[in-house]
């Protein structure tokens, strides 16, 4: 892990910073290289230092600008030969390192010394190190879309599955008075029918003998009925039936 004495804190973010070696430090026209590692996290801080100090190292021992120059191209080709994919730490050091060999380059011609003199695939090495970066760099945003997605999705399907209500629409109602909760329940639950009094009767024997109204004329009804009938027959073909007498 790397040394922790490298790290620097400023507003919360943490930051490399290395004194750079006398050749280095002369052509970027600075004693102190500092850079941003893009995180607050202490632990990711160490893990991403560690991905620096490998180059910056190597830079700081030239002697000259030939053995800087040609230390860096040993550099690039290792940083070509990376896995795909990069991961995050190892991206964001190249990417730091891009901008320093950027701005080495602009330096040296400025200061009449061609890297390309030095050595003839630096420019090459470096264009094609920029690309890796940027196809790195847009596949891991890709990525964290794909997951952000997925997790929106995950807590869609739980907000659903466990039937959450938004805090907004959690309205709590007023707990009902003694006096309305009466009168809720007087208006909504049914009223029990009334029983029918109970019918005193005089004489229990009197009861018991008159059947209810219509059973007993029917049966009076059907009674006279039949004793008429059968009077009238007996009268019209009974034996004392008188003769008939003849005048004379």
């Not at 893009?38 to 021992?61: C, K, V």
């Not at 997790?151 to 907000?159: D, I, K, S, V, Y």
Request: glycine share 2%; charged share 25%.
């Amino acid at each position: 892990m790397a040394c922790a004495s490298y790290l620097s804190r400023r507003d919360g973010r943490y930051y490399l910073q290395v004194r750079l070696g006398r050749t280095p430090a002369r052509l970027l026209g600075k004693q102190l290289y500092r850079v941003s590692l893009r995180t607050s996290n202490y632990r990711e801080a160490r893990i991403r230092l560690s991905e620096h100090l490998g180059w910056i190292h190597r830079m700081n021992d030239s002697i000259d600008y030939v053995s800087l120059f040609q230390k860096n191209v040993r550099e690039l080709e290792a940083y070509l030969q990376d896995p795909w994919p990069l991961s995050p730490e190892r991206l964001q050091a190249r990417q730091n390192y891009e901008e320093l060999l950027k701005n080495l380059n602009r330096r040296a011609q400025a200061a009449n010394c061609d890297p390309t003199m030095i050595e003839p695939d630096f420019i090459d090495l470096l264009n094609l190190f920029v690309r890796q970066n940027v196809d790195a760099e847009s596949h891991l945003r890709q990525q964290e879309k794909v997951e952000a997605y997925e997790r929106g999705r995950r807590e869609t399907l739980h907000a659903q599955a466990h039937a959450s209500v938004p805090k907004s629409f959690r309205r709590t109602r007023p707990a009902p008075t003694a006096a309305s909760h009466h009168s809720v329940a007087s208006h909504t639950s049914p009223q029990p029918a009334p029983a029918p009094a109970p019918v005193e009767l005089e004489n229990p024997e009197r009861a018991n003998v008159h059947a209810p109204a219509n059973v007993s004329a029917g049966k009076s009804l059907r009674h006279y009925t039949s004793r008429d009938t059968s009077a009238a027959r007996h009268s019209s073909n009974g034996p004392d039936k008188a003769p008939e007498t003849s005048a004379d």
